[in-house]
């Protein structure tokens, strides 16, 4: 039976070397005040629909708009709720790239959709289903500040009633997978009753969008099988960095599938197809059309020619498991 094949979130902005950068120019040409915001509109589109196309063009099954308009996962979302000033850059886990901290300052409220305008154009371009994505509620507390608060279980809870209504409103647009990324949630084991409650404020929102719960960077072993009692369709694991995880697929309920990350999204060493098939064989024994296969994390942290070239590498590999019946 097939295989599913995606990409987690972001994927390379920058072109090819020697190829124009027209999203950077116009960005540029803002500072210089020979271009506006509906020029950066368009350069976004423009490069959002040649994401898009790369990525069915590898053969993957389900894509999303390689978050082309976003500066970090967490930017989009806190610039446009009441309550929150950006901070200053820090380190992104422990990736040579970097986010703008948020900083809750307020109550935390809704002021509208983050994302959704974006997700509907990025649909309206693509041929296979747009996964939208949107940050967890503990990730977005624990690499954020909170000066209003003062505990956490109410800042979270105030983030997840806010991230309720973003995937709400996806979902009203058309989206039929939200992706929910909680990578810090990997460390944070103490936290996984605060994390039941808050993403169920999140799911018990949608009437039947699939959901997934999406972490990378390491393995989910501090937590253990009660991570599959969170409440989500769909858990993500990253099998590069914590290979770990494969101890975990015995324990997935049978009413829930698994989104593997299993070529390297921080290695621009090109993976063997036999490497990859013997990854996802046992997996697909086991799991059956419960599996999706995709990268560790998202791709922006290489150059789009590599992460081009990982991704036809893994539909590939994903198809030869198909064909040979698992084995």
Known sequence: MPIQTTVLGSYPKPPPEGASFNLRKTLHAIERGSADEGDLQRARQELVAELISEQEAAGLDVVTDGHAGWDDILTPFARNLAGFS???????FDNNVYYRRPICTGPVEWRGPSTVE???FAQSVAH??????????ITFAHLSVDDHYGDRGNFVSAL????????FELEAAGATIIQI???ALLNAPEELE??????????SQLQSATTIVCTYFGDAKRLGSELFELPADCFGLDFVAGPGNSELVDELPGDKALQAGIIDARNTALESTAALRAMMEPLSETLGDRLTV???????FLPREKAKAKLERLVEAATAVAGSGGN
């Open 118 to 120: 974006g997700w509907a």
């Open 86 to 92: 950006i901070g200053g850059l820090l380190r992104w």
């Open 160 to 167: 997840a009633s806010v991230l309720a209504q973003e995937a």
């Open 128 to 137: 296979v289903p747009v996964k939208a994505v949107i940050p967890g509620p």
């Open 294 to 300: 995709g990268p560790s994390s998202g791709l922006e």
């Open 194 to 203: 605060l994390a039941k409650a808050s993403l169920g404020l999140i799911t």
């Open 181 to 183: 990324d909680e990578p």
